[in-house]
């Protein structure tokens, strides 16, 4: 079963050619990252799967139907939590549900009963100003979960969290996964994050982005954070990094602006 | 409700009692006659005394300042969210807005008399005219301040425009519209007055003119104390309110 498949997408902002001819294929109950340096075209990829945006070209099929240009079936998370300041926790997550016409004391009853996997029980009430940024992340990714839990696309979910509170975060989302089965499609530029929790990876190039290697990780799992330190993801991790010097070489640019992706 | 008076209230506080000993001390030092100058002791015996005969014109001008006001929220918020949901409107209209703002309102005031007559509407038009202002530049930026990818993320779950003016534009824009409220509020009082001091029967504004021509200057004072109470009164009562529909603002970060 096919969750996602996008074929041939182009997309130009005016003279700004940002996506070449992109293909992704995101398998039932499947995890599948992006991986690729910043600016170019991760997130314009997402607004046009997620039917916020129109490509110039290209199919997008979700579960099999077509899906472009139009919104409200994949659930997106952003880099920013992007919760409401003024919705207690409860409120913010539950504005999926209430946006597909439950009324709200059922909706809270049905996002009160996932606080607990989403570790943030106690914390119903609070507002988003008192949680640490771990818990408006997952707060957030609760909201995106509400809002379709088979499918999900998170954007760099926890590019701005600290290194310790990342990892964490890592085995808490591995969990999660396991525990609910979604298909995910995960954009980061972090490449151990990419290894660690994906079933395969699309390695993009620099602006215009296309699709540079396919890399399938198959790690068992579950997987701990030993994972990192096997030789499996040494090496894969090393195939990664041979790619980006090969890109780096190609551009004649320097090592250094490409490694810190 | 008790409160104990914090050590920010102090300082201004015991400030404000010197420069009043100053003030009676000083009455009393070089023997300043009250038609020129009273006392504050005075001025506050004639509060009290005189309070039975001030008190039909304090409910008279907070009349006009609370519809002024009232009105003034009411028109401020049609005229922002037309303006923001219309960036052409916005873009015509906004200078022009900015420009009326250095016209001063006593060189207005007349004319609305001569226009609306001595009745209680030109002093509502008055208060309303410089209440309108504050509210509707600070709505006008708060609808501005919302965040794209907040509004984008709502829509691509299917957010109606309903659903974002309700959860995202209003709510974000309620800091900026209160800090435009307390100014206005103050305003209030000083436009109604205004509009008396210009021609009236009535009202605070009538009362000191009809005070200073007959000399009670004290009386003049106590009217200066009274609107001060007033005016302070209200932004209180905006403040209050800004406390009880913005609770998320008054909480304290991280307190887990
Ligand atoms: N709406 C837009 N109009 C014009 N240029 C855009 C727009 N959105 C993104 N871009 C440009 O497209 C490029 C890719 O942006 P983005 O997809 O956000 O990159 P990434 O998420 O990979 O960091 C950037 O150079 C960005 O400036
Ligand atoms: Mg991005």
Redesign the pocket.
């Known amino acids: 079963m096919k969750a996602i498949e996008v074929t041939g997408i182009n997309k130009s902002?005016?003279d700004?050619e940002?996506l070449d001819n992109i293909s992704i294929l995101v398998e039932k109950n499947h995890f599948v990252s992006i991986l690729?340096?910043?600016?170019?075209?991760?997130?314009?990829?997402f607004n046009i799967i997620s039917g916020l945006q129109l490509p110039d070209s290209g199919r997008i099929l979700i579960n099999g139907k077509d899906f472009k240009g139009k919104t409200g079936r994949i659930s997106y998370m952003h880099q920013k939590d992007l919760l409401l300041p003024w919705k207690t926790v409860l409120d913010n997550v539950c504005i999926p549900l209430i946006l597909k016409k439950i009324p709200l004391p059922d909706a809270r009853k049905t996002a009160v009963g996932y606080f607990k996997s989403f570790g943030l029980e106690g914390f119903e009430d609070a507002y988003p100003s008192q949680l640490s940024g771990g818990m408006r992340q997952r707060a957030a990714l609760l909201r995106t979960f509400l809002f379709a839990s088979d499918i999900m696309m998170l954007?760099e979910p926890f590019g701005a969290l600290d290194a310790i509170t990342r990892s964490k975060m890592h085995l808490w989302l591995m969990n999660i996964c396991s525990k609910y089965q979604p298909s995910v499609l995960f954009?980061t530029h972090d490449i151990d994050e990419a290894i660690l929790l994906s079933d395969k990876i699309y390695l993009f190039t620099k602006?215009p982005?296309r699709i540079k290697k396919t890399i399938g990780v198959n790690i068992p799992r579950p997987r701990s954070q030993d994972v990192l330190t096997s030789s499996q993801f040494q090496a894969l991790k090393a195939e990664v990094i041979n790619l980006l010097y090969e890109e780096a070489e190609e551009n004649g640019n320097n090592l250094g602006n490409n490694m810190s992706l | 409700m008790r409160k104990k008076i914090s050590p920010n209230n102090l300082v201004p506080i015991s400030f404000i009692l010197i420069l009043i000993m100053f003030w009676e001390l000083s009455t009393i030092i070089w023997k300043i006659p009250g038609y020129i100058l009273p006392a504050p002791s005075g001025i506050i015996k004639t509060l009290f005394s005189a309070y039975s005969l001030m008190h039909p014109h304090i409910i008279a001008t907070l009349k006009e300042a609370f519809i002024g006001f009232s009105l003034a929220i009411i028109l401020s918020f049609i005229t922002a969210f037309i303006m923001d949901s219309i960036p052409l409107v916005k873009k015509a209209i906004y200078p022009l807005i900015i420009t009326s703002q250095t016209i001063p309102i006593i060189s207005v005031a007349p004319l609305i008399i001569i226009w609306f007559g001595y009745g209680i509407l030109p002093k509502i038009l008055i208060a309303l005219l410089v209440c309108f202002f504050p509210i509707l530049i600070s709505l006008l930026d708060g609808l501005a301040s919302t965040d794209d990818e907040l509004i984008n993320l709502l829509k691509s779950m299917g957010a109606n425009k309903i659903f974002i003016i309700k959860n995202v534009k209003l709510p974000s824009a309620l800091p900026y519209l209160f800090s435009g409220l307390k100014i206005s509020a103050s305003y209030s009082i000083m436009g109604a007055i205004i509009g008396e001091w210009v021609g009236a029967k009535e009202g605070l504004g009538y009362f000191m003119i009809l005070s200073q021509k007959s000399f009670y200057i004290d009386r003049v004072f106590s009217a200066i104390v009274v609107i001060t109470i007033l005016s302070l009164l209200i932004f209180k009562i905006v403040c209050i309110l800004e406390r009880q529909l913005m609770p998320w603002q008054f909480i304290k970060e991280n307190d887990h």
């Not at chain 1, 690729?36 to 990829?45: Q, R």
């Open positions: 902002f005016g700004l940002v690729g340096p910043s600016g170019c075209g991760k997130s314009t990829l954007d954009i602006r982005a």
